[in-house]
């Protein structure tokens, strides 16, 4: 227990002032972890070691960012970062939604608006909520 206290007080004494872990360090992580595995299946030399080059790379940007004091200068990058991601995330989070849910069938209208149907109903006539055009759908 006292040892374990001790542990902790010294991460925390070491990690004072310092960014820490943010999304875009989780990001950096992933994305070399993805390149990290991509490399074990690419047969060309050179591709491979310089696909683990960039997954080191971007390792070494991940802990630099953990450990950086200026932490105002890594938070603009974070938010930066937070709001490319933000839209792009949201899609794909819409996306797995629409796939899990097997009792509607989801279309897309002309205006980018998703229209929810319930499905085995036959064919309904849709009509867009927000631009109000209707569709022939065959659930
Ligand atoms: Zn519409």
């Not at 820490?20 to 993805?34: E, K, M, N, S, T």
């Not at 933000?86 to 989070?93: F, I």
Request: hydrophobic share 45%; aromatic share 10%.
């Amino acid at each position: 227990m006292d040892l374990i206290y001790r542990i902790r007080c010294a991460v925390a004494r070491l990690m004072y002032g310092r960014n820490g872990v943010d999304r875009l360090c989780w990001a950096l992580v992933l994305a070399q972890f993805i390149l990290s595995v991509l490399s074990g299946f690419i047969r060309p030399a050179a591709v491979r070691i310089a696909l683990r080059l960039l997954g080191f790379v971007l390792l070494v940007l991940a802990i630099r960012r953990i450990f950086s004091r200026d932490v105002a200068r890594r938070r603009a990058e974070n938010a930066k970062f937070l709001y490319w991601c933000g839209p792009r995330c949201a899609a794909l989070r819409d996306m797995s939604y629409r796939f899990a849910d097997k009792t509607h069938k989801y279309v897309k209208c002309s205006c980018g608006v998703w229209c929810r149907v319930p499905r085995g109903v036959g064919t309904v006539e849709l009509k867009c909520p927000k631009c109000g055009e209707s569709k022939i759908v065959k659930t």
